[in-house]
């Protein structure tokens, strides 16, 4: 069986830098290692990301919003995830079922116990071995994108404040919860830093699957 390793953490958090320069690093080492992202990574799955993220979508319920990102989870589990550990590869997913919790959850303030039946059921119970958090004020991750040249907002990044401040303690609740699995880390270190403590963190993993 292989690794499954996801990122996690609040808007502009860092999460892309950091499983590229992992991802590059892990090639260099010689594993067979995926990148994907949530929503998305298979061509069902995108097209449930462009519904997703459209801004003019103003009218979504959050029930159908999580029924959405589950039915694209499921897609990814069996279509993507699945197989390539099957292989004994490492895969890094940007986002996963923590997100649920955190965005539709803690968020949305939506039935916690409810969401993990229905992400348990989309995912077959799947499970990360190891989840990476950058963890940042939800203001500084807004700044940080309205600073990057990435065109109009998705309509989750435009929530207020307020939201992602919840989402931000959602994460940090289920880390808590759960350290064994987490390893939380201050996005606003130098990436260089960061970098460097997740490939310490890794290398345990994969020295522990052998």
């Known amino acids: 069986m292989g690794l499954f390793i996801t990122f996690e953490g609040p808007e502009g958090s860092g999460k892309t830098t950091q499983i590229h320069q992992l991802a590059a690093w892990l090639g260099a080492i010689g594993r067979d290692v995926l990148t994907t992202r949530e929503p998305g990574g298979t061509r069902l799955g995108d097209a449930v990301r462009r519904l997703l993220l459209d801004p003019h979508h103003t009218e979504m319920r959050p029930e159908t919003e999580i029924l959405l990102f589950s039915a694209?989870?499921?897609?990814?589990?069996?279509e993507v995830i699945r197989p390539h550990l099957a292989r004994g590869g490492v895969v890094l997913c940007d986002r996963f079922a923590d997100s649920t919790l955190?965005?539709?959850?803690?968020?949305?303030r939506l039935d916690l116990n409810t969401l993990r039946m229905i992400t348990a059921f989309a995912t077959g119970d799947l499970a990360p071995d190891l989840t990476i958090c950058l963890d940042l004020p939800a203001l500084e991750g807004l700044r940080r994108k309205q600073g990057c040249d990435q065109g109009e907002w998705n309509r989750m990044e435009r929530e207020k404040l307020e939201f992602h401040e919840r989402v931000r303690q959602g994460y940090l609740s289920l880390a808590a919860a759960e350290p064994a699995r987490w390893l939380v880390l201050d996005a606003l270190r130098p990436v260089e830093e960061i970098q460097n403590e997740i490939r310490e963190r890794v290398t345990v993993y994969l020295t522990q699957k052998k």
């Open 102 to 108: 955190a965005y539709q959850g803690y968020g949305r």
């Open 72 to 78: 694209a989870r499921a897609q990814i589990v069996g």
